[in-house]
């Protein structure tokens, strides 16, 4: 019913920047919080990057404050979230997530790799 595509993941240098979009699509009215969790390697739980209310209120995880911003277009149905000053650490699979119809939708990942 929603899907989420995400794009913009790839390898960069500890320092460096990436941008990350994910767009949704499907039969649905209208999106709700949309938002960012991350996947690092050997660790079976998702982190919480990032949220974004339809209304632009915004969350963010305590190892990304102050380098990661998330952004979204809702006429697009698309959150970005931006990251500066990237870390080895920050190394994972993102995941975009979505609430609509009463459900939380998630993308299939897009793989991050800071390099030290």
């Known amino acids: 019913q929603v899907q989420l595509v995400e794009s913009g993941g790839g390898l960069v240098q500890a320092g460096g920047s990436l941008r990350l979009s994910c767009v949704a699509s499907?039969?649905?009215?209208?999106?709700?919080?949309m938002g960012w969790y991350r996947q690092a390697p050997g660790k079976q739980q998702r982190e919480l990057v990032a949220?974004?209310?339809?209304?632009?209120?915004?969350n963010y995880g305590d190892s990304v404050k102050g380098r990661f911003t998330i952004s979204r277009d809702n006429a697009k149905n698309t959150v970005y979230l931006q990251m500066n000053s990237l870390k080895p650490e920050d190394t994972a699979v993102y995941y975009c997530?979505?609430?609509?119809?009463?459900?939380?939708?998630w993308g299939q990942g897009t793989q991050v790799t800071v390099s030290s």
């Open positions: 499907g039969r649905f009215f209208s999106i709700g919080a």
């Open positions: 997530n979505a609430q609509a119809l009463s459900s939380y939708y």
């Open positions: 949220t974004i209310t339809n209304g632009g209120t915004t």
